[in-house]
């Protein structure tokens, strides 16, 4: 996705000052990310249960406590403006389809010892939302756009030599992640998020209560003491709050700062994958983690470039 401006650069002096980052926005932002970047740990506490049913806790509780907070916050009135948008309910439904692959892929990759390729889904997450752009939205990408994308391109060759087979769950979490973010894009700013994952999570959660009674006696939550019942209940906690502190600091923080904070989740859940769970590392997949990192080096680089050409562009002059 190329930044582009409606005028070239002037020739005058441009005199900008970097504007202070708020450090509430920063507290915000880091929170929220930390907290994604732990879900491997909360998430392998449920393994007894299938991805599934996870899943389907998920929505429904996630669904409770977004009304709650609604309630609480006095947003209410926002969520039922949403839902007479009927644009806007059919988008938000096919993004809560996506989120559901996206959540059953990465609940599995955890509970099945694969974090590490999990973390690498969101670590070309961006990269495959450049390629999403180009070929759906048929954006133009700069020079340093088409370098990330041919060394993400090689990075995910190595790996699959490695590997003896296709990273398909890195795939899987980057593909339906970038799609669902390419959904919520077409939903534009005018749904607040909130109300738009209580929205989703009411698309969902039908399918889920459904999913539950088919379950019965053989779902995991009342067969497994109140703590496991309790762990179960949380996960709408886990699933809402982050969301809602990243969305609070994407509105007082520059994009450019958004957008590099977003590795921090990826790293700690890669990290947890290697230090904490011993998931082995052989040289051929770090030769084709360091090609990822690389091609994300380059990505933000690029992104800051452009960011602050059209910054530049866009300040005041002085002759």
């Not at 002096?13 to 732990?38: F, H, N």
């Not at 609940?107 to 590490?116: A, C, E, F, L, M």
């Not at 399918?207 to 009674?213: E, K, R, T």
């Amino acid at each position: 996705m190329i930044i582009t401006s409606e005028a070239p650069p002037s020739a005058t002096t441009v005199t900008t000052a970097p504007a202070a980052l708020d450090p509430r926005g920063l507290g915000l932002g880091l929170s929220g990310y930390l907290m994604w970047g732990t879900l491997p740990l909360f998430f392998k506490l449920l393994e007894r249960s299938s991805p599934i049913e996870v899943v389907a806790h998920r929505a429904v509780w996630s669904l409770l406590f977004c009304l709650l907070l609604l309630v609480a916050l006095r947003q209410l009135p926002s969520l039922l403006t949403v839902l007479r948008n009927r644009r806007a309910v059919g988008a938000l439904a096919l993004s809560a389809m996506l989120v559901a692959v996206n959540w059953v892929l990465f609940v599995w990759g955890v509970t099945n010892g694969h974090v590490v390729e999990a973390s690498l889904g969101y670590f070309i997450n961006p990269i495959v939302t450049v390629v999403i752009a180009v070929l759906v939205l048929r954006e133009r990408l700069s020079r340093g756009q088409w370098m990330a994308v041919a060394i993400a391109g090689a990075a995910v060759g190595v790996l699959t030599v490695a590997a003896g087979g296709v990273p398909w769950l890195a795939l899987g979490l980057a593909g339906s992640f970038g799609l669902y973010g390419l959904v919520k894009n077409r939903v534009g700013r005018t749904v607040g998020a909130l109300p738009g994952l209580a929205v989703e999570t009411m698309v969902l959660t039908p399918v889920g209560i459904a999913y539950l009674v088919w379950l019965g006696p053989d779902g995991t939550m009342l067969g497994s003491g109140p703590g496991y019942a309790a762990l179960l209940v949380s996960t709408g906690v886990v699933t809402a709050l982050p969301l809602l502190l990243f969305s609070a600091a994407a509105r007082s923080l520059p994009l450019s700062v958004v957008g590099l904070m977003q590795y921090i989740t990826p790293l700690m859940q890669f990290l947890v994958g290697v230090l904490v769970f011993g998931e082995h590392m052989a040289p051929a997949r770090w030769a084709g983690f360091v090609l990822v990192w690389i091609a994300i080096g380059v990505l933000s680089v690029d992104a800051v470039r452009n960011l602050r050409r059209r910054a530049l562009l866009r300040a005041p002059v002085t002759a």
